[in-house]
């Protein structure tokens, strides 16, 4: 049972949240120019749209604005990914949604580690889309047997992590010193190693069936490929980043520009090429990339089956995976096909198409138990006793997970499997079910409703 001196999961999470930001900034020193842009565009964006900011400060979005990140990395075994669940867990992290990349040609499922109530997101919204590499899906059997054999010879958490994990979970938790103890620990199995465990040749071949299996076999730990802050304006960020000296990739993953943004918006620069060595020769690998997002609205069941209409949409009438030939174009589609979405916070609601959080105004609570007091929630909010304010979206989106990976792995990965999707193996491997996130959409929203209602009411 956790007791007083037990430090808040939240707090272990926004601990190790700042661990890595700080050792992936001295891997990658691309992710501080990266990080320096974000900031610079988000103050603009704060001090040129008062609205925005005062919709961020309302909904606590503005304190947490500054250490908002996700990162991903990917797993090649079911005790990798149990384990991983595990050392999450320490952190008050859940696995959230399922995601089946194998229809855009990336072999392998994912789930997105993160807290799940409102006020522990508050504290830290750090997530990592964790990705388990679905090995039967490399065509050559003995290539197969010996990715099997190679990942069944790797531990990539340290016994001081394992102790410490199985510490927390007989204890309800860890105090202070062991906390600090477990980041450290914890923080191992997501570092950069120079080395590689299998010879030039063999990551080859591994590469040649696809690159992202070269990268999750031919190395001891699972290296957080990316570390993502959370921008106000990506387009901004977009037309910047060369002027950095960082290169982007050509097109914006998720849905256009909007006046009210929704769901998720992510870019990115190209994976950097890295000095490794083999067992038996030098050699390089890329894995390593910066990406940006910026996050609008969470969209209901009707919301997300109307963005995923219009997305196919625009897709199947550009007839090819979006790149730098045919970027503009995509873009002109998808603005043309997301017309039909509607572009303001009001509409939405009322069509029942997103999310939304409601708090209590000052002329609400001055009105309580008056006799003119509105007795509905929708009457509450047409007399400005209550305020609506969207709800940020905090997961991912397939399509865009797998455009950010395909751009990063060249276009000679973009290979199709005709594998079904199978959250069943996923579920056993993780050694529980995921989350609906749409779910927890839901309840936060009724959370928001309540409390209204019985500020103002009761």
């Known amino acids: 049972m956790p007791n007083a001196a037990h430090v808040s999961p939240d707090e272990i999470r926004k601990g190790f949240s700042k661990a890595m930001s700080d050792m992936y900034r001295d891997e990658v020193p691309l992710y501080g120019a990266l990080m320096e842009l974000v900031a ?20 606590g979005e503005i ?21 991983i669940n595990r050392l999450f867990a320490v952190m008050g992290m859940q696995p959230v949604g399922y995601y089946d990349l194998t229809p855009a040609g ?41 990715a099997e054999t190679a990942l069944a010879k790797r531990s990539i958490f340290t016994p001081g992590a394992l102790a410490l ?30 080395t590689a465990t299998v010879t030039a040749a063999q990551y080859q071949q591994l590469s040649d069936q696809h690159r992202l299996i070269a990268d999750v076999v031919a190395f001891k730990g699972p290296h957080i490929n990316h570390l993502t802050p959370r921008t106000l ?49 030098q050699g390089s690998h890329s894995a390593r990339f910066g990406e940006i997002e910026q996050r609008g609205v969470a969209l209901t069941p009707k919301g997300r089956a109307l963005y995923d209409q219009l997305l196919n949409a625009a897709r199947d009438e550009l007839g090819a995976f979006p790149n730098e030939g045919n970027a503009a174009r995509y873009t002109q589609l998808m603005e043309q096909h997301f017309q039909a979405f509607p572009d303001n916070h009001t509409q939405m ?4 198409l997103a999310y939304f959080r409601y708090f209590v ?10 006799a003119e007091q509105p007795r ?21 989106l397939p399509v865009s997970a797998a455009g950010i990976f395909q751009s990063n792995l060249g276009d000679a990965a973009q290979s199709h499997y005709a594998a079904p999707s199978n959250q069943a193996a996923f579920e056993q491997a993780l050694g529980r079910q995921t989350i609906d996130e749409l779910k927890l959409y839901a309840e936060t929203q009724q959370r928001s409703m309540d409390a209204c209602l019985d500020a103002l009411l009761a």
């Open 349 to 352: 609601r009322e069509q029942g």
């Open 40 to 59: 610079e565009v988000n103050a603009r964006v704060l001090d040129t749209e008062p609205s925005l900011a005062h919709q961020l400060q309302r909904t």
């Open 376 to 396: 509905t929630l929708e009457a509450l909010v047409a007399a400005g006793h209550v305020d609506v304010e969207p709800l940020v979206y905090e997961d991912f």
């Open 233 to 281: 304006d990506i387009d901004q960020v977009q037309a910047a980043m060369p002027g950095k000296g960082i290169t982007p990739k050509a097109v914006i993953e998720g849905p256009p520009r909007r006046q009210c943004p929704i769901l998720l918006r992510q870019t990115s620069f190209k994976a950097l090429d890295e000095a490794i060595a083999f067992t038996d020769a």
């Open 165 to 194: 994990i199985e510490q927390a979970q007989n204890d309800g938790g860890l105090d202070a010193e062991d906390a600090a103890h477990f980041i450290r620990e914890a923080l191992e199995t997501f570092r950069w190693h120079h």
């Open 63 to 83: 304190q947490r604005l500054d250490r908002e990140r996700h990162g991903a990395i990917r797993l090649g075994t079911a005790a990798e990914l149990a384990t």
């Open 106 to 146: 990336v072999p392998v499922h994912s789930t997105a580690f993160r807290a799940v109530h409102e006020h522990a997101l508050q504290t830290s919204p750090f997530r990592v889309f964790t990705s388990l590499l679905r090995l039967e899906l490399i065509e050559n059997p003995e290539l197969r047997a010996f």
């Open 361 to 370: 105004t000052p002329k609400g609570l001055a009105a309580r138990g008056h």
